[in-house]
C-alpha cells in the first residue's frame, strides 16, 4: 500500500513517514501544497495524508482541486485547528477522515488503516461475514447462527466497524469518530456502553465471543481459531 504524506513541519512530516513505513506502507513525502499536488495527479496512491496549513497552497485549495479532477483516493486531513466549520468544510470539499495535532501515531495508524481497508473494499460487496455472523448490508440485516439479531442503526455501524478491522485493536477515539462523528471525550462512556450492548446481542448467547476488550486500548472483533 502506497500513501502519500503532504506536510511541511520537519519533524511532523519525518515522524510520519517512519511510523507508516514501520507499519508496512510505502512512503512519499513532500513539504508543500504543489509538488503533493504534483504527485497525487501523476503517481498512484492508496491514501494521502493532507495537512491544511502549507507554505503555497492550502490543503483545501489541494484537496478540491483533486475532487473536481474526480480523483477518488480516500484523503485524511491533519489541522491543528479543531472547529465544527473547519470539519464541515472538509467533509463538503470532499475529505474522508480528520484527525487535530497534536495526535497518538496509534491513532492515526488506525484511522489511515481504515481508510485504506474502505477504499479496497469491492463496491459490489454486500454481505461480511466472521465465523457464524453475518451482516447483509443491503437489507441491513445481522444474523448469527442463522438467528436473527435486530441491532439500532448505531450498533449496527458499530458492528460493521468492527469486522471491517477484523483483528485490528480499534481505540475508542476512532470509534466514536467513525460512529458517532464526535472527537472522543474521555469523560464519557457512550463507546463503552454501546459495546455492553452490542456484546448483550452477539455474544451472551454464543459459546464462542467475538468481541474482547484490550485493557487501556479499545476494542477489537476477533475471528475464531
Known sequence: MKVLVVEDELKVGEYLKQGLTEAGFIVDLT?????G????MTERFD??????????????H????????????????????DSIDDRV????????DYLVKPFAFAELLARVRSLV????????QTTLTVADLELDL?????TRAGRRISLTAKEFALLELLIRHLDEVLPRSLIASQVWDMNFDSNTNVIDVAIRRLRAK???????????TVRGMGYVLEAPP
Request: glycine fraction near 6%.
Open 31 to 35: 513539504r508543500n501544497g504543489l509538488d
Open 202 to 212: 452477539i455474544d451472551d448467547h454464543f459459546d464462542i465471543k467475538l468481541i474482547h
Open 138 to 142: 443491503m437489507r441491513r440485516r445481522v
Open 47 to 60: 491514501l494521502i495524508v493532507l495537512d491544511v496549513m502549507l507554505p503555497d497552497v492550502d490543503g483545501w
Open 117 to 124: 481497508r474502505r477504499g479496497s473494499v469491492s463496491e459490489t
Open 89 to 96: 468544510k472538509g467533509l463538503e470539499l470532499g475529505a474522508d
Open 62 to 81: 489541494i484537496l478540491q482541486s483533486l475532487r473536481e479532477a474526480t480523483l477518488k483516493v480516500p484523503v485524511l486531513m491533519l489541522t491543528a485547528r
Open 37 to 40: 499536488y504534483h504527485k497525487a
